[in-house]
């Protein structure tokens, strides 16, 4: 019995999330087009000479040197020598490779693993799981949408349900997650919460901006919701936005193109073909000129 629940222990690595804090990471920078590494502090601790290189999730950054792929610790060191034709990053302590054509799963220390992995709770903490709309039905109007509002209008701050229209009609209405729904109208865009929260739709249409000419989703965990964090288009240009409580907009509009906040860390272009790594607030790990070395 004991040797049969050792075995089912073994088969399986039981893992919550996928965080990690940025202070213990390093971070890409490219120069003249080899990447080299940074740490949270921008200090530079290995120089450009890798064809390619991305963060340290989970304590390892993927590298590509000669044209194979391999893996540095959070010190900068090699730690599992370039000899991949294809590699992944690492998430819950496994990589996925490839070598001389096979395909196999390694652990953090380059072995293959022999243990499953399963995911716990936690796992869509940071997706928009979609909710059926609570409070505001949306009507099609001809070629376009109103928007109807049951309102509670009663004293001692309680309310009874009426039914109330917005004004406006809406060229496109979808539900994005988390009580929030995305409208369009005239070619712009307005993310507002879909709630009982407004008074009624007078103070509803009041709070409807269309300030967004777009918004960039991210797939969450199994692609089967977005992430909580998003990007949006302002002035052609794109930034970031995080959706809790309220929206927020974490990331100035400021980027020609972006890329998924994967883990606190995002690739974005910040000048035509230039491309650099931002966190989640923002900081940006591309400016090289205030820059002091560490490596020796």
Not at 272 to 281: A, M
Request: hydrophobic content about 35%.
């Amino acid at each position: 019995m004991t040797w049969l629940y050792v075995s089912i222990l073994s088969l399986f690595i039981c893992l919550s999330g996928n965080s990690q804090r940025l202070e213990i990471m390093l971070i890409p920078y490219e120069d003249q087009g080899l990447w080299g590494y940074v740490n949270a502090k921008d200090s530079i601790i290995l120089q450009p000479k890798f064809e390619e290189a991305y963060p340290t999730y989970d304590l390892r950054g993927r590298i590509k040197l000669k044209g194979k792929y391999g893996y540095i610790n959070e010190k900068g060191k090699v730690v599992i020598k370039p000899k991949y034709e294809t590699a992944t990053d690492y998430m819950h302590g496994i990589a996925s490779v490839t070598h001389k054509g096979k395909v196999m799963i390694i652990n953090t220390e380059g072995k293959v693993n022999t243990r499953g992995i399963a995911l716990c709770g936690g796992v869509y903490r940071n997706c928009l799981q979609p909710k059926s709309l609570y409070g505001i039905d949306t009507v099609a109007v001809n070629d376009g949408y109103l928007v109807s509002y049951n309102r509670r209008d009663t004293s001692a701050n309680s309310y009874a349900y009426d039914r109330d229209t917005l004004d406006m009609t809406f060229d496109a209405i979808e539900s994005l997650g988390r009580q929030y729904i995305i409208a369009s109208k005239d070619g712009k865009k307005a993310l507002f919460f879909d709630s009982k929260r407004y008074r009624d739709a007078t103070h509803l249409d009041t709070s409807i901006v269309f300030k967004y000419q777009d918004f960039k989703f991210f797939p969450c965990q199994d692609e089967a919701y977005p992430k909580e964090v998003f990007g949006f288009k302002r002035n052609d240009k794109w930034g970031y936005i995080r959706l809790f409580y309220e929206p927020k907009e974490i990331v100035e509009a400021k980027y020609y193109s972006i890329s998924d906040m994967n883990r606190g860390l995002a690739l974005v272009e910040y000048e035509p073909d230039k491309y650099g790594y931002i966190s989640l607030q923002g900081q940006e790990f591309f400016t090289r000129r205030t820059i002091q070395s560490d490596s020796k």
